[in-house]
């Protein structure tokens, strides 16, 4: 049987991805020299693929650096551009909608987000409202002359692969067809869960650059908590959302902590969401009645009596917080993952909550000490998933830059 001769495109192409992906990475910039070393490429193969992407604005060469000797030619860092390619991120929540256009070296070119509640609203009327909204944003790329390379649209709901929003229990949706939006349809855009893009925002180095110091590596597995009227959760392993089988992996709010506890949304009796997620706590401390429990103003009000030591809303906090521990600890002991990044409502918390469920769950893991579980807040908690989308679009164009750059 004859060998297929490989493609000279497809190698080039996965070359130039590994070039982008390791610098995104890198906390600084790199020379090509380094570059080389730390992508195993050879240094001639360097010469072919940095030109490249530097004519095609994706890369920028930084002022030459001297080695600090008076022998050998200065190095040029090499940085991620922001001037040609970019993306669109989306989202439809519980308590607006809105998207951000995002330039490949991390910069913000457009954002608009409308506030508002959405429980039981129209989809037909929030997607047209948004596609009208995002037309500000295309305005800008236009003007700009900015390369859109990829759309993507977080939902609080479980999303199939041929484009079907199964349900939203927090919006009062479910079985809805998505690419029959005009949004989705003329953008081309993916759709996903907003625990699972929420939880790619956290990770340094994904779509755009690693500028600073984080909690997490670019390839560290950990649990992440998306905490808002309900809750919604997403493993990752070695920097990738493990989605399951069928892609529906994650969704801890779900996981029933009382068999005789409320009934939940889901059908379910005692789910973590009927503790832990912001309309239950609101609930239960008694800050507001079911009607207006999911504005975003009872949350302050929440804390306020927590940090006063209201008796009804410390007992509230506890039993959310031993809720919680208890699914972390379950799903610790199942995934062999230790780390747990904790986003949304309880990162308002703080590193003493942190420190209190860090404590609490060496005494449910089954494998402590080997295991020591660590609990950490968020790099991002301002729109997350919003943010996730966009960078998950970008990476539309690192996985494929090829695709972008001969168009």
Known sequence: M??????????????LSVVLSTLLQSPKPMSRAKLAKA???????????????VSSDALEEGTP?????????????????????CSIGLQINTDGYGFIVLALDGSVVAERWVSR???????????????????????????????????VL???GLVTDDMMLLSAKNLGWKQLELSRFNVVKRLDALVDNEANLAALAQIPGYATPRNRKSVVGPTDSFIYISTDIGIGGAVVRHGQVDRGDSGFAGELGHVSVALDGPQCTCGRCGCLEMY????????????????????????????????AHDDRTVAAVDRAVRALTSVLASSINILDIDTVVLGGLWDRFGKTLTRRLSHELELQILSYPEVQ??????????????????????????????AFMNS
Not at 123 to 134: S, Y
Not at 276 to 299: C, F, N, Y
Not at 373 to 402: E, Y
């Open 2 to 15: 004859a060998l297929k001769s490989i493609n000279q495109d497809d190698l080039r192409n996965h070359n």
């Open 39 to 53: 992508t195993g490429l050879t240094k001639a193969t360097m010469s072919l693929l940095v030109p490249m992407l």
């Open 65 to 85: 650096v001297s080695a600090g000797t008076t022998y050998g030619r200065p190095s040029t860092p090499l940085n991620i551009s922001g001037r040609r390619f």
């Open 117 to 151: 509640s959405m429980e039981a609203s129209d989809p037909d009327e929030v997607f047209a409202q948004l596609d009208k909204l995002v037309s500000v944003g295309e305005q800008e790329i236009g003007k700009k002359g900015l390369r859109l390379v990829g759309t």
């Open 154 to 156: 977080a939902l609080p």
């Open 276 to 307: 832990a997620g912001r309309k239950a706590l609101v609930e239960a401390s008694g800050v507001a009645d079911p009607g207006v429990s999911t504005r975003m103003e009872a949350v302050d009000e929440v804390l306020a009596r927590y940090k």
């Open 373 to 402: 579980p660590r609990v950490l807040l968020p790099d991002v908690n301002t729109r997350p998933a919003l943010l996730g989308a966009a960078k998950v679009g970008l990476r539309r164009f690192i996985d494929n830059p090829l």
